[in-house]
């Protein structure tokens, strides 16, 4: 276990959680939570060589899955739609980026990598920016397809060596917490249209927790959700932050799928600045439509 828990109820009441055995906020879930499922399906498919959605009748359900998240997101959120390049030449800002999102490289040559996640193409497009106060917060949109190399290639329904994510960057200087609170929202409302149950669990540092106590305490009361809060002595990787949203399948296994997270570090790696300081970043996203699709099916 990194750090210490607290739990904050719908209510917006903060308590101390006293466990004798605390390894993740899973064991935290499970204590709250004694609920089996015992109606497992199998809905893995057998090939990871190229996207699974489009087997069978799975597209489908992504058609329709998609058209509901973009349907919130575009309703709900203002917006810039974007389309970035999968394929892209490497330099030390990717290099360093990569590195704080710990995951090898995918190299289809000696210059050229394929992206492991939306943000490459992003950053790349608002590299050495200088935005005015006024244009803040520009919120990106990126319908993205990424690729990665996963060793748990037993189940390429949730880890896929290629997959499509909807995903979201908001630049941003101040009101950084409202912003969130907009996003988690946007997710919560989609996750209950397509029926899908989850709690919630938040990683945060020491410093931002007791900076933002106040505010977390109402988006608890906002979403109507406890939140399970993991309290960590300094930043992992780029974020200050990360909320996320997780399905119990009918295996009893925990599945990420949304994730809200709170970046105060690669704005200065792109030279991404307001009237030449650093900004924030919000990275959101629903979670890949893969993970998505899976949850849906599972949880019927």
Known sequence: MVGYYKYISELGIEDDINMDTIKSDKDVYNYFHKEIRNDCKNINVSDIDFTPIYQNDLLKNFD??????????????????????????????????????????????????????????????????????????????????????????????????????????????????????????????????????????????????????????????ELHKDIIVNIVPSSIKYWESKFKYIYKNSNNEFIQLSTVQVDYTTSGIFNIKMEGKNIRVIHSSIGSMERVIYSYLDKN
Do not use: M, W
């Open 64 to 221: 329709y899955i998609k058209e509901i998240i973009e349907k919130e997101i575009k309703n709900n959120l203002i917006i810039k739609e974007v389309k970035t390049t999968t394929i892209i030449k490497n330099n030390k800002r990717l290099e360093e980026l990569q590195k704080l999102f710990g995951l090898p490289k995918f190299e289809c040559s000696q210059e050229y990598i394929l992206v492991p996640a939306s943000d490459f193409g992003v950053f790349s497009l608002y590299e050495d920016t200088n935005f005015k106060k006024e244009q803040l917060p520009t919120t990106v949109y990126e319908f993205a397809k990424c690729y990665r190399i996963e060793d748990k290639k037993q189940d390429p329904l949730r880890r896929p060596t290629s997959f499509n994510l909807p995903d979201i960057h908001c630049f941003i200087n101040d009101k950084v917490y409202e912003e969130v609170q907009k996003h988690l929202v946007v997710y919560e409302e989609i996750l209950k249209i397509l029926e899908i149950p989850y709690f919630i669990s938040l990683r945060i540092t020491e410093k931002e927790y007791k900076e933002k106590k106040e505010v977390l305490k109402n988006i608890a009361k």
